[in-house]
Nanobody, 122 residues
Framework: QLVESGGGSVQPGGSLRLSCTAS????????IGWFRQAPGKEREAVSC????????FYGESVKGRFTMSRDVDDNTAFLPMDTLEPEDTDIYYC?????????????????WGQGTQVTVSA
């Protein structure tokens, strides 16, 4: 079970920190990622961490602003988001896949959380 938390409303330039508790998953064997989707748009990869070596990957639009991390002891993933922009407004989903990952291919992620809303507006 994947449960996201930490979403909310913030002004442009502000920060939020998302968390994902991955119950029943071992992050040493499962890669974990964050994806986002707005109504009427395709789901987009935000960031992911590979199970194999803990390497993180980021979507171009969030590089330098978001920094994903994981706690393998608690099977939790985090996504601190800084310098938020109105374009970051989306529902953010946590997802896992068995094995390593490279560049967060959405189709390979089979287990998904319910999502948490992030709204950035003045």
């Amino acid at each position: 079970q994947l449960v996201e938390s930490g979403g909310g409303s913030v002004q442009p330039g502000g920060s939020l920190r998302l968390s994902c508790t991955a119950s029943g998953f071992n992050l040493l064997y499962h890669s974990i990622g964050w994806f986002r989707q707005a109504p009427g748009k395709e789901r987009e990869a935000v960031s992911c961490i590979s199970s194999v070596d803990g390497r993180a990957f980021y979507g171009e639009s969030v590089k330098g602003r978001f920094t994903m991390s994981r706690d393998v002891d608690d099977n939790t993933a985090f996504l601190p988001m800084d310098t938020l922009e109105p374009e970051d407004t989306d529902i953010y989903y946590c997802a896992t896949k068995y094995g390593g990952t490279y560049d967060c291919p959405i189709d390979e992620y089979g287990a998904w959380g319910q999502g948490t809303q992030v709204t950035v507006s003045a």
